[in-house]
Every structure is written in structure tokens, then in C-alpha cells.
């Protein structure tokens, strides 16, 4: 089992940029590919953006490509969301996840972080 954290949400204005952190604990080799979902009040869970172990996989979601960068430190055990030219439709509640197979569906990663808050006002 993997234990995720997120930290690094919060209110910030259009335009602007927040970097999101995740450390996982546990069986951390389980945790080859991670990724970011997100999701807003009244809506479905989506994909963001995930990482292979090495960094050499990735992929974003259409939506952030350009504005959004995942990254990692192994050593770290940690991923990041380093979010720039925000939007207020970038608001959501932000979800770590790891697992042990490239995915961008929400059931291809078996732990989940409890949630980082990202407001962005107009």
C-alpha cells in the first residue's frame, strides 16, 4: 500500500501559478507512474497529467497541455504539479494518484492522495 500527501493548494488569481507537491510512503515501488486528477464541484474525476519513473512518459490532458508541467524526484519520493497561467476553470480539488502501469484513467492507479484545494478567482 502506498500512502499519498498533497500540499501546495490554494487561492490564487487568474493568471497566476501554484506548484503542487505529493510524497508518497509505503510500498513506494508500486508507485512507477503517478499522476494528477482533479475534480470540480457537480463533475466526474479527470485526468491532468502522469509520469513514468524515469520522467521519459508522460502525458497531459488537452486542457493543461502548455500551462502544466508534472515532474518528480525519486529520492523524494515525490511528484509535482507546477501549474502556470491559471484559469478559473482550473479550480478543483486536486488528487494525487501512483500506480504500477501507464495509465490516464482514474482505474489505472490503485492510491490516492486525500485532495489539495486550487481555487483560482477571475
Known amino acids: 500500500q502506498v500512502q499519498l500527501v498533497e500540499s501546495g493548494g490554494g487561492l490564487v488569481q487568474a493568471g497566476g501559478s501554484l506548484r503542487l507537491s505529493c510524497v508518497a510512503s509505503g510500498r513506494t515501488v508500486s508507485s512507477a507512474y503517478m499522476a494528477w486528477f482533479r475534480q470540480a464541484p457537480g463533475k466526474a474525476r479527470e485526468f491532468v497529467a502522469a509520469i513514468g519513473w524515469s520522467g521519459s512518459w508522460s502525458r497531459y490532458a488537452d486542457s493543461v497541455k502548455g500551462r502544466f508541467t508534472i515532474s518528480r524526484d525519486n529520492a523524494k519520493n515525490a511528484v509535482y504539479l507546477q501549474m502556470n497561467t491559471l484559469k478559473p476553470e482550473d479550480t478543483a480539488v486536486y488528487y494525487c494518484?501512483?500506480?504500477?502501469?501507464?495509465?490516464?484513467?482514474?482505474?489505472?492507479?490503485?492510491?490516492w492522495g486525500q485532495g489539495t484545494q486550487v481555487t483560482v478567482s477571475s
Open positions: 494518484a501512483a500506480g504500477s502501469v501507464p495509465a490516464i484513467t482514474a482505474n489505472g492507479f490503485a492510491s
